[in-house]
Structures are given as C-alpha cells and as structure tokens.
C-alpha cells in the first residue's frame, strides 16, 4: 500500500514515537474530513471512501471495501472522523515505515479492527487478509502465528497479540541500534 505522490496526505506528519498526529495537522485533517463530507452529515459512506482512498493510495477495490467494513464499527455504513483518523494514522504510519510502532502503539484498536468476527480472537484468514494494512508479508504471519499463539488454538487472543507487538517493536528497535551502530563505524573509518 503507497500513498499517490502529492495527495494531501503526504503533507501531513505522524509523530515516530507515538505514531498520532500533531493538533495542527488533525486540525489540517478535521478541514479536509469536512470537505469530502458532501452531504454535511459528518461522516462519509461508502462511495465517499472508495473514491478518496482510490485517489489517495494504490488500494484495490477489493482492498478498499475491506478496510471500510473493518472501519465501520457500528455497521452504520458510514466511516465517522474518529474512524477517519485512524485510517489516515495508519496510512501515515505504513508510509513512514512506523507500522510495528503504530500496532505496538495502538494495540487494542488494531486487535478491534483486525478481529473481523467480532469474536474476541484473530484468525490465521483475518490476519492474511488485513495484513497489507501493515506491511506484513505472508512469512512473517506464520511465524506470528506459530510464536504467539500460546494457547494452540490457531488464533491470538489479545494477550497473544499484544505480546507480538511487544516483539516487533523490540526487533524494530534492536535493527535500528545495528544501524546506527554500522553507520557510526563508517563515520569512524
């Protein structure tokens, strides 16, 4: 998933540490929400999303009335801003390489959106299915599964899924001391 070049978005910045955005920019955010917002209803329904995430990313169609299912908390058939927020979070984190930091970040919202029955747990077929929304490659979901699914039942309760967080951002920042590390030898040299 990438963000077109020169969309709006690409303006905006997603803090690293906390992976949430700045007052200006959600009020810079807030501004443009009301712009797509047609029918002064605050909220946007379907046809609303599919067309601005069509413009703004390289979703498919399929992809796009995903994640407006995953967004529509309360089947209402429309995304409300809070959920227009989070959208735009995670599309500013994928696009910034910040996706770990934002699931660590934000676990409990992610576990929501991801848990797509409602059933408490994420499954091998969710979890497959979402995983471009955070950049993760078929290989690295059965290792998630085969390393956090303690309980053995094929799925991660929250408790599970939050551990894996935990592991990713401790990898995450385990690779960037090696970096740094392999940069300040090169500086040294």
Sequence with gaps: MKLRPECFLQFLHLDKMYCLLSVRNARALVEYFQMLDVHKKNTLNDLQFYHFLH???????RQIMLVFDLLDWNATGEIGLDEFYMLVCILLAHENHLEKQFIYRHSW?????????????????????????????????????RDFDVSGDESLNYKE??????FCIDRQQKKEKEKKSIELKKSQK
């Design 55 to 61: 413009y703004v990313t390289d979703l498919t169609r």
């Design 109 to 145: 919202p992610v576990f929501e959106l991801l848990d797509m029955d409602g059933g408490h747990t994420i499954g091998p077929k969710e979890f497959q299915a979402t995983r471009f929304l955070f950049n993760i490659n078929k290989e690295e979901l059965e290792k998630i599964f």
């Design 161 to 166: 899924f939050k551990m894996f967080t935990i």
